[in-house]
């Protein structure tokens, strides 16, 4: 199976900072990676696929790079309403597998 | 526009069962390939099965393997995950999810919760 490491865990930040959050596979994926968002009592809601791909509707201050076993989600600036928790999914082979979140707070 | 809506849930004693369903509308169910995902209270996202479009391939997480056989019926355009022998652990928020080739869980259903419990 392919272990997603997700870091960091937590992390609190203010209006505006840049964030970055990285998951790294435990063997290559290729570009198989998608990033979610997911608040409070809500279903997850995906921001990026195929690693880098941006989501339709969701803002551009949201991007996501990386390929192979290095992965990046990064806001560029974050708003009031980012704050919730982030996973990472890998689709390159089942069993699928996410990282354990990152829950982004307020400073 | 596109909807999954799942169904099912409840409390239930360890060892009994329950029938889950995702019913979808919006889109050619029978084009996508489905997935069960679920979510332990204050807990992170963990897949659980996948069955093919047609049905004839399926897989499952080793935590739910021998005892959640997932289904689908495409002339109803729904989803079915058989829990079979519960334990306190599968205690989670239930989602199903829709992917084909590159494309995974652009939509997510609003769960169902299933509570293992004597």
């Known amino acids: 199976d392919i272990q997603m490491t997700q870091s960091p865990s937590s992390l609190s930040a203010s209006v505006g900072d840049r964030v970055t959050i990285t998951c790294r596979a435990s063997?290559?994926?290729?570009?198989?990676l998608g990033w979610f968002q997911q608040k409070p009592g809500k279903a997850p809601k995906r921001l990026i696929y195929?690693?880098?791909s941006l989501q339709s509707g969701v803002p551009s201050r949201f991007s996501g790079s990386g390929s192979g076993t290095e992965f990046t989600l990064t806001i560029s600036s974050l708003q009031a309403e980012d704050f919730a928790t982030y996973y990472c999914?890998?689709?390159?082979?089942?069993?699928?597998?996410f990282g354990g979140g990152t829950k982004v707070d307020i400073k | 526009q596109v909807q999954l809506v799942e169904s099912g849930g409840g409390v239930v004693q360890p060892g009994r069962s329950l029938r889950l369903s995702c019913v979808a509308s919006?889109?050619?169910?029978?084009?996508?390939?489905m997935h069960w995902v679920r979510q332990a209270p204050g807990r992170g996202l963990e897949w659980v099965a996948v069955?093919?479009?047609?049905?004839?391939?399926?897989s499952y997480a080793d935590s739910v393997k021998g005892r959640f056989p997932i289904s689908r019926d495409n002339s109803k355009n729904t989803l079915f995950l058989q829990m079979n022998n519960l334990r306190a652990e599968d205690t989670a928020l239930y989602y199903c999810?829709?992917?084909?080739?590159?494309?995974?869980?652009?939509?997510w259903g609003q769960g169902t919760l299933v509570t293992v419990s004597s």
């Open positions: 999810g829709r992917s084909n080739s590159w494309n995974y869980f652009d939509y």
């Open positions: 919006g889109f050619t169910f029978s084009s996508y390939t």
């Open positions: 069955i093919s479009y047609d049905g004839s391939s399926k």
């Open positions: 063997q290559d994926i290729r570009n198989d």
């Open positions: 195929g690693a880098s």
């Open positions: 999914l890998q689709f390159y082979s089942y069993p699928l597998t």
